[in-house]
């Protein structure tokens, strides 16, 4: 059983996330709200959060993965070819058509480190019709390698849904 589930995606997802978690759990999501019925017979905390992004907020955030105070944990690693079969891991469900658009707003390089700050737009829809979609502000950490080659080094998003 889990302490704390973060929820992205509402629905049949944030709907299932109850289970996940052992009582006394925490249940966030940018989704939707939580159904705090089912919170409660289940004695958990469940809310709904929106997340206000600013250059600032996104510049700490950088301060944050440079220093090593902030750091991801990533599950697998699968090539950009293979992002159907991510997101099918992800939802359990079948075939899932994704389209994507993103623009670049900032670049900042400092020595071995470059920052890039872009709006990021996502549609996913399932093979049954059913389209997700997410957007919002992307901030991503490159360091250069001794080989003078640019690698990803940290990412982080803060996609959100509709209103």
């Known amino acids: 059983m889990l302490a704390a589930r973060v929820d992205e995606f509402g629905g049949e997802t944030l709907a299932r996330a ?5 009582r006394g759990g925490v249940l966030a ?16 905390r469940a809310r709904f959060f929106l997340v ?11 301060s944050l993965l440079q220093s090593g105070s902030l750091r991801t944990h990533v599950g697998e690693v699968l090539p950009l070819d293979q992002v159907r079969v991510a997101h099918q891991m992800l939802a359990g ?9 993103q623009e670049g707003q900032e670049i900042q390089t400092a020595d071995t480190l470059a920052c890039c700050r872009s709006h990021l737009s996502v549609a996913m ?5 059913a389209t997700t979609r997410r957007a919002g502000q992307v901030l991503t950490v490159y360091r250069k390698g001794a080989d003078g080659r640019w690698r990803l080094f940290r990412d982080a998003n803060l996609m959100l849904g509709p209103p």
């Open 18 to 22: 109850f289970a996940l978690l052992g």
């Open 29 to 44: 999501s940018s989704a939707a709200e939580p159904d705090q019925r089912e919170a409660e017979r289940r004695g958990v």
């Open 52 to 62: 206000a992004v600013t250059t600032e907020r996104l510049n700490a955030l950088a």
């Open 93 to 101: 469900v079948g075939k899932v058509r994704i389209d994507a658009s």
């Open 125 to 129: 829809t399932t093979d049954a019709g």
